[in-house]
């Protein structure tokens, strides 16, 4: 189940899947997104697994995509006519290879935990988000800055749902970032506690859920997030994701995709741009 850049392990009752691309503040390629799919495939099929903790090495979280093309296969990524990306194959790939795998996540039905310390940018927030606790670190900042590439936002759209929406417009219109404190207090994250006490706490939190009753808490799992999708997630996040590329068939338009705004970007998630 290890590939080059997730680990997936289980000990009494409870999977952990590990994201270990810290010399690229575990930035996601696609394919270490096809790999951290299988690990929560493998989570979901294994009846020993009750409880699945996400976590990460390193200083960061994750940076979000990787947009240097470091450690990507062509392949994997989305088709280009001539060289070139085109609004419908860029809005395919992106509906499989980004949204499908945070709604599956989601959707699974064992519960999870997300451990976050660091920064967690963009696209980092959709490996945190489908998960249905997250403990973080003191240190733990989060944001999305997309809006410097013309962008509403991530693909995953929930930033109304999990920041409230004057902090996700103020987080947004911004490009700013959110303290783990801050996030605590608007309900995104559970609890914050020390850094180095992030995992201890974030394994005894999973422990603790492994040792109830799988079946209670597999339906209290479905009746929260049932009661979130009556009142408009599920097709909010689709929406959304429609307006997400109108952004990227602008960018496409204008530019031929976002890399001119990409080396102001990537200079932020080195921490060498003031947010």
């Not at 289980?10 to 899947?17: L, Q, S, T």
């Not at 790939?93 to 949204?99: D, I, K, N, P, V």
């Not at 995104?188 to 180095?196: A, F, S, Y």
Request: glycine residues 8%; proline residues 4%.
């Amino acid at each position: 189940m290890d590939s080059e850049f997730v680990r997936y392990d289980v000990n009494d009752g409870v999977a952990v899947i590990t994201l270990d691309r810290p010399q690229a503040a575990n930035a996601q390629t696609p394919q270490v997104l096809k790999d951290l799919n299988a690990a929560w495939d493998a989570s979901d099929t294994d009846r020993d697994v009750r409880v699945v903790v996400f976590r990460s090495e390193g200083k960061h979280f994750s940076a979000g995509h990787d947009m240097t093309g470091g450690g990507s296969d062509p392949a994997l990524g989305p088709k280009r006519i001539d060289g070139q990306l085109t609004v419908d194959t860029y809005y395919d790939w992106e509906e499989r290879g980004y949204l499908h795998y945070a709604r599956r996540w989601r959707d699974l039905v064992k519960p999870s935990v997300a451990a976050v310390q660091g920064k967690c940018i963009a696209a980092g927030l959709m490996l945190c988000w489908p998960c249905d606790l997250i403990i973080a670190a003191d240190n733990a900042q989060f944001s999305d800055p997309v809006g410097l590439m013309g962008m509403p936002g991530i693909e995953f759209f929930a930033h109304p749902w999990e920041f409230g929406p004057r902090r996700a417009k103020q987080i947004l219109f911004t490009a700013s970032s959110i303290t783990a404190e801050e996030a605590r207090e608007c309900g995104m994250v559970n609890e914050v506690v020390p850094l180095d006490h992030l995992a201890a706490r974030t394994m005894e939190i999973a422990t603790k859920i492994a040792s109830m009753d799988p079946w209670g808490v597999r339906l209290a799992k479905r009746a929260i997030n049932g009661a979130v999708d009556a009142m408009g997630f599920s097709n909010s996040i689709a929406a959304n994701f429609d307006i997400h590329h109108l952004g990227h068939a602008r960018a496409i338009a204008h530019t031929g995709g976002v890399t001119s705004v990409m080396a102001d970007l990537a200079a932020m998630k080195a921490g060498n741009r003031k947010e």
